[in-house]
């Protein structure tokens, strides 16, 4: 018998949790040869997810449960999640059924055909907000324009397959800001992705609003690259040679016309714009000693306060 691992981070998921149980229990039950256990994560939810997982975690051998001591997010609880899964693969996905377990056997066969990693190309359904369809193109777009990592439209979701080895490498890693997509991609291995569409969220609400998106957008890019640093350079070495030029041609002008240049208003615009352009450039920078300086103190990215495990 092979051992699954199914990690499921859940933040205020009490109306999910006994159904995604109900079927993940019933796809394996048609599946021969596989044992399960379903790892979930409770990220300091504010509702009665924990007094759930506990009920349940006893009435069921093959749920356990890791409480963190507040929220840490998203991405630490699927990191805390496979950081305890010793199963021959392990499999993430979210807790509010927007992944459908369906897929799972699709993925342990593609995982037996011997690829490592099996990930998931999301298409939303119509139910889901146009914004959030276009948003999330539109962020894998620029993240592959401004990065090693190659996300295909749709590539970025949690819902996917690693080998025990693969999930042994990642273990390791004590990267501060985590972006898993992203690793995922860059760790190589042999990698397949399968589509499929996206459920609505079945009870509770998505806690990803536009302020959280954004946030994941800029960990996401500047946790994969520095081309922004060196789009910051350019752009210091493209104005500065223009307004050199600029100055020379000024000079030239009024020598010929001799006149004056007046202009206070276009004085002021400019030394808005050059004000402007630099604040962003500082604030590029800013992000990445950021980065730095959190890396540094070497914090854990998570805190567990119980576990059954
Ligand atoms: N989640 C979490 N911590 C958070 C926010 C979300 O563990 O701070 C979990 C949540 O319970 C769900 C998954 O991450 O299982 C995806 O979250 P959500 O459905 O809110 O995001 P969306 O599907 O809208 O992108
Ligand atoms: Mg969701």
Redesign the pocket.
Known sequence: MKKISIV????N?EGNIPLIHEKIKNVFSQLDHYDFEIIFVN?GSRDNTQQILEQLSEQHEEIKFIEFSR?F??QP?VKAGIDVSYGNAVISM???L?HPPELIPEMIRKWEEGYDIVYTIRTYPKQISYFKRKTSDFFYVILSGLSDVNLTKGGGSDFRLMDAGAVEVMRNFTEDDLFLRGLTSWMGYKQIGINFTANE?LAGE???NLKKMLTFAFTGITAFSVKPLYIAAYLGFLFSGVSVVGYILYVIYSFISKTEISGWASLIMTIVFFGGIQLIILGIIGIYLGKIFKQMKGRPNYIIKSKNL
């Open positions: 499921i981070p859940a933040y998921e990220d929220n997010g998203h609880a979210d807790g509010d927007q969220r998505s806690s990803y």
